[in-house]
Each structure stands twice: as C-alpha cells, then as structure tokens.
C-alpha cells in the first residue's frame, strides 16, 4: 500500500504528520487551559460566596451574644443594641441570600447544592427564634444553641467549596478559610457564654460551664489546622491578634469564668465583657478580610495564568495550521484533495478558536469591569477610613483638651469654695460687730434715760429755788437769775436727750435691718458653698466622662489606624488584580485578531486549493 503511493504523497505525509501531532498537542492544551479558566471563574463567584457568608456569620455572632446577655439580665440590657443588630445582620442575610442564588453554582453537584439549601432553610427560621427571645421565652442556652447551628451550617457551605477543587492549593486555601471561621465561631460562643453569665451573676448551669471550657479548649486544636493551611502572611497575622491589648484584656475575663467553676459569682459587667470580646473578634476580622482578598487575587492569578497559557497553545495551533495549509499549497494538485480537507479543517479550527477567543473577550471585559468597579469602591472605603482616622485624632485630641480644661475648673471651684468659706466668716464677724453696736445703743439709751431724769431734777429744783428767792426779796434776786438759768439749762438737756433718744432708735432700727440683712447674707452665702460644692461634683463627674470618651476615643483611632492598613494592603492586591486584568483582555483581544486573520487565510488557501483541483 506504502509502495503505491506517490512520492508527493510520501512527502505530505512526512511533512503533515509531526504538524498533526503539535495541532493535536495545542488543541489538548487548549482544552485543559479552558478548564482551568472556567474553574477559577466559578471560584472567583465561590469567594464571593464565602465572604459573604463569614460576613453574615460575623453579624450572627454578634447577634448571638446580645441576644444571651438579653436573656440573661431579663430583658434589661442590650435592648436597644440588639435591636439594631438584627438590622445589620439582616442586610448580611440579603447578601448572601443574593450570591448564592447563583445559576453557575449548578455545575457544582447535588451535595453542595444540599448544603446551600440547608443553610438558606435554617436561615428563614431566624426570625422565630428572635420572636422568642423577645418575649424571653426561651433560655439563653436555647438561643446559643439555634444561632451556633446556623453559622454551623453556613461554615461547612464554605467547607463544601474546597471539595469541589481539582486546584490543590485553592483547596487549601479554602480550608484555611473554613478553619479560620472555626476558631471565630469558637470564641463567638464563648463571647455568648460569657455574656449571658456575666449578665446573670453566674453559669446558669453546669452544662453552661462546661461548654464554656469545651469551646475554649477547641480552639487551639482548629487553630493548629489553620496554620497548617493559611499563607505564612496569614498565620503571622493571625498570631499578632493573639499577643495584643485586646486578646490580654480577654484573657483577664475567661480567668474569672474559669476561677468561679460553674458555681461561684461573677462580678464582672456583661457590657463591658461583650465590648471586650467584640473588640477581640473585630481583630480577627481583619484576618478573615485578609483570607478573603487573598483567596479572590488567587483565583485572579490562576486564571490569567490560564489564559496566557491558552494564547501560547492558541498560538501554536494557529502556526500549526498554518504551516499545514502552506505545505500542503507547495505539494500541488498531487495532493490537492488532502490539502482541500487540510484547509477546511483549518477553517473549522479557526473558526472554533475566533469563537473561544470572543467568549473569553467577553468574559475578561466583564471580568476587568467588576474589578475597576471593585477597585473604586475599595479606594473610596480607602479615603472614608483616611477622613474617619484624622477625625478620631481629632475627637481623642478635644477629649484630652476638655480634661485639662476640667481639672482647671475644678481647681477654680476649690478656689472658689475656699474664697465663699472666707466670706462666710467674715460676714458672721460684721454680724457679730452689729449685735455688739446694738448692745451698746442699748447702753447708751440707760445712760440718755439717766441724764433726762436729771434734767427733770433739775428743772423741779430750779422751780423750788426760784420760789424761794421770791420769798428771800432783794436778796434773792441773785439766787433767782442762777435758778433760771439752771432751769434753762435743763430744759436744753431735756430736748437734746430727746433728740438723742430719737437718733439712737433710728441706730437700733438699722442695726436690726443689718442683722437680719447678714444673717441672709450668710444663709446665701452657705446656699453659694452647696451650689459650688454641688457644681465641683458635677464637673468631677463630667470629667470622669470626659476620659473614658477620651479611652474610647483613642481605641476608635487605633482601631481606625488599623483597619487602615489593612484597606491599604487591599487596595494595593486590587490595583494588581485590575492590571493584570486589562492585560490579559488585552492580550485576548489580540488573539481574536490573529485568529480572525488566520480564518480568513483559510478560507482563501481553500480557495486557492479548490481551484488548481479543478484545473
């Protein structure tokens, strides 16, 4: 049969067959590249999927410990926090519940598609389970108990992720993620436990206690498989969560839970140990943030990998065919037949190649679109939390402020305290001066009295001596002028102790008013000491205030400086992703084009080759 053929077909053959091979080799290259591609596509939807399913674990958590310590104190604290609480995690439940109505999450299989629906059905139980915490109807461990189960189920939802990789390091990564949300979910419960017991004075029971010890001993153990899955990145983050203020203060009150043994008294207030442990989780969610944008710039990276891989296989079919379609053009018409099937084939290839490269235009400007979109929206929350850190700066630098103002005003009602006690005593003193005025007006009234009574003395006594001067004649004209005078003179004492008893009534009268005007005057006096007194509790109080707000405030900015840099490093892995984006739809864009060059040769070789057959 060999030996029948010519030696052009000889030759086609020999130059046709290892070109074959590398269209066979790209063509298989292609195939799995684009497995790859899509892959990572629905693993790109599938991150979404999880982050918004920690996010809505992360509001359920939170939910969870106010609705415990809501139980616990009977209704009388986190009325109104958990109220809104439930607001927040209700638009995580809309969020989720969106993502995952996913048409493409189909391809996955029937167990993932269990789980999905099991979570969204334990999820429409919430708002049962919230009516009979409400109306404090069930016990804080029967709460615990159905939020726990829920984030339970939505926890293996991001576990059944991993199972459905054939990419063993998202797999792993993925794990890592799963494992993280473990350990959340391990101290939300125990931020539960603890809230309701500290709300209540003790454990409620036994069981409590012991689950409380349970979960704090589980822990360390899911911990160990994170860091046998996460990024070094991830685990040295994780662990600087761990040795920091929030984690020690956290510390200080699992200490108390574990000193009482289920049995003895708590002391501790349930709204501080809660703003504690939230401070605590609120740390590690800047972990799960991390796992989440590392695993979506991940699947970024496989997936432009991916598809430079496709255009180099691309490529090289494309050369293939062409090299094909050339040696087959310089055979002649010996094999023009051949050569005719050769060209359609390529056309057909081409035109398979035109059609994938358009598809995966489309989806890399789709792609490329999302995440400009994404970018903006990181790089605005990125300016939101600049503007937000410079105001906490501001708010603890006014705090520190309005203490030093306070300490100055309370030095200046000390003052004034002491300058009131002055004013007091000496008010009591000129008080004291006017009852002793008033004494002596007394006195000098007696004497006035005494003198008036002379007077009249006097006057009866010159009567008496003018009478008998009249009697003595001549001689007692002499005698007579004395006694008149005397007469006169006594008469003018008698007036003038009249005017003097007069004035002396009218000093009475004001001494009087005096008195009474200071013993007023040290009652308003007194009145002013209490007010200031009064006024320094009430500055003292507010400048108690005043430093927790300024603690609170400098917590806010640390954590605002944190949060930060974190939306910092974000911002950066996104800029990278929406790089390597546009180039990758870039250099899709340019496949197209050559592919669509490489069709229309085709079709003209085919052409060519039909017509020198028919000639």
């Known amino acids: 049969m060999v030996n029948r053929l010519s030696i052009g077909q000889k030759l086609l053959i020999m130059l046709v067959a290892p070109v074959l091979g590398l269209v066979f080799f790209a063509v298989n290259g292609i195939l799995e590249k684009s497995a790859v591609v899509a892959e990572m596509e629905l693993l790109d939807e599938l991150a979404g999927l999880a982050v918004r399913a920690s996010t809505l674990t992360h509001e359920l958590q939170k939910e969870r410990g106010m609705t415990a310590g ?25 969020e989720f519940t969106k993502q995952a109505a996913n048409e493409s999450f189909h391809a996955l299989g029937a167990e993932f598609l269990r789980q999905r629906d099991l979570a969204l059905e334990d999820l429409r139980k919430l708002q049962s389970v919230r009516d009979r915490a409400s109306s404090l109807q069930s016990r804080a461990s029967e709460a615990i108990a159905a939020y726990t189960h829920t984030n339970t189920i939505l926890i293996q939802l991001v576990g059944q992720i991993a199972n459905n990789m054939s990419d063993s390091e998202a797999a792993r990564r993925i794990i890592a993620y799963e494992s993280f949300l473990m350990v959340k979910e391990r101290v939300g419960i125990e931020r539960a436990l603890l809230n309701s ?57 699992r ?29 590690l969610r800047d972990v799960e943030d991390r796992i989440g944008v590392d695993l ?9 990998e991916a598809q430079q891989a496709l255009y180099f296989f691309a490529i090289i079919a494309v050369v293939a065919i062409v090299l094909a379609v050339v040696l087959a053009q310089i055979l002649g018409r010996s094999v023009s037949l051949p050569l005719t099937k050769a060209a ?3 056309r057909e290839i081409a035109h398979q190649i035109v059609s994938t490269t358009k ?3 489309a989806s890399a400007n789709e792609t490329a679109t999302a995440v400009s979109q994404t970018t903006t929206t990181v790089d605005e929350i990125r300016q939101t939390s600049h503007v937000a850190s410079d105001r906490s700066k501001a708010v603890t630098e006014t705090a520190r402020r309005s203490v030093a103002g306070a300490t100055q005003a309370m030095q200046a009602i000390s003052q004034g305290v002491d300058a009131m006690q002055r004013i007091r005593a000496e008010v009591e003193g000129i008080a004291r001066n006017i009852l002793d005025l008033s004494e002596k007006n007394i006195q ?82 007194e009145e002013g000491v209490s007010l200031i007194e009064e006024l320094g509790q009430a500055v003292q109080e507010l400048s108690r205030v005043i430093e927790e707000s300024m603690d609170a405030a400098t917590q806010i900015a640390a954590t605002a400086n944190q949060q930060l840099a974190g939306i910092e490093q974000i911002t950066g892995a996104m800029q990278n992703i929406e790089q390597a984006t546009r180039d990758n739809a870039a250099g899709i864009n340019q496949l197209e084009q050559a592919a669509q060059q490489v069709q229309s040769v085709s079709v003209k070789l085919g052409e060519l080759v039909t017509g020198k057959a028919a000639a």
């Open 70 to 94: 809501f139980i616990g104190s009977q209704g009388a604290k986190f009325a109104s926090e958990l109220l809104a609480q439930r607001g927040e995690t209700d638009k995580a439940l809309m």
């Open 197 to 253: 017991a500290f709300a209540f004075g003790r454990f409620p029971s036994l069981e409590q206690f012991r689950a409380f010890v349970s979960i704090v001993a589980a822990q360390g153990a899911i911990k160990e498989i994170f860091d046998g899955h996460a990024t070094e990145a991830q685990v040295s983050l994780l662990r600087s969560r761990y040795t920091g203020d929030a984690a020690a203060e956290l510390l200080k009150y």
């Open 255 to 283: 200490d108390q839970g574990f000193e009482s043994n289920g049995t003895g008294k708590l002391t501790a207030d349930a709204e501080t140990w809660f703003r504690t442990a939230t401070n605590f989780i609120d740390g």
């Open 296 to 304: 979506v710039a991940y699947a970024a990276s496989r997936r432009a």
């Open 344 to 346: 359609e084939s390529a």
């Open 359 to 361: 598809q995966q235009s």
């Open 444 to 525: 000098i009234g007696e004497i006035v009295q005494s003198v008036n009574a002379i007077a009249e003395q006097s006057n009866l006594l010159a009567v008496n001596a003018s009478i008998e001067a009249a009697k003595a004649g001549e001689h007692g004209k002499g005698f007579s002028v004395v006694a008149g005078e005397v007469k006169a003179l006594a008469g003018q004492s008698k007036e003038a102790t009249g005017q003097i008893r007069a004035i002396l009534g009218e000093i009475q009268k004001s001494s009087n008013a005096a008195v009474m005007v200071t013993e007023q005057g040290t009652k308003r006096v």
